[in-house]
């Protein structure tokens, strides 16, 4: 009986002394070098490009007809010019609302893409630390600094960003 509770306690002890495998990632930099938001970024540029052409020949159009106005209101009655620049004015009200609602539209396409970018990254460093055999792997980064200290053979920040990498170029 003995022998039984001294390895018990042996058995016990040698459990609780093993060390749990912990490592950490710098999520601002996975993110941002990882190829997938790369290539959103660029797509979004080429959106953002053709929504601001869009915008800007809309408010040219409109200036266009402001000074055409203009000329014309030389020769109006007072009242007849004082109407039509109020319509302007309202004219001018609903382009900038139209100009703002298609902006937010493009924001909000690009924060719902980047936002599944960033979940790809969370689930992929959580699969990479089952498949590893990693207790826990924190994350941080300049904005959230959870990890404060962490020894370099415990970053797999780079690890993790090439495996990203070449996943996602298949």
């Not at 990632?25 to 953002?48: P, S, W």
């Not at 490009?49 to 014309?72: C, G, H, P, R």
């Not at 382009?95 to 936002?115: H, W």
């Amino acid at each position: 009986m003995k022998q039984f509770i001294v390895i018990a306690i042996l058995a016990f002890a040698f459990t609780s002394c093993q060390q749990q495998k912990i490592g950490y990632i710098d999520t601002g930099e996975i993110v941002n070098e990882y190829q997938a938001k790369k290539d959103l970024e660029e797509k979004f540029k080429g959106k953002k490009t053709q929504l601001d052409q869009k915008n800007d020949s809309i408010s040219k159009a409109f200036q266009l007809e402001v000074q055409d106005f203009q000329v014309k209101s030389k020769r109006m009655a007072q009242s007849k010019a004082q109407e039509k620049y109020q319509e302007l004015g309202q004219k001018q009200q609903l382009l900038q609302q139209q100009i703002q609602f298609s902006e937010q539209q493009f924001g909000q396409q690009f924060n719902a893409e980047l936002d599944s970018v960033i979940i790809k990254v969370k689930d992929f460093a959580k699969d990479y630390g089952k498949k590893n055999g990693y207790s826990f792997i924190l994350g941080t980064s300049e904005a959230t600094s959870s990890v404060i200290y962490g020894e370099d053979a415990n970053d797999l920040t780079k690890t993790i960003l090439d495996a990203l990498n070449t996943e996602y170029k298949k």
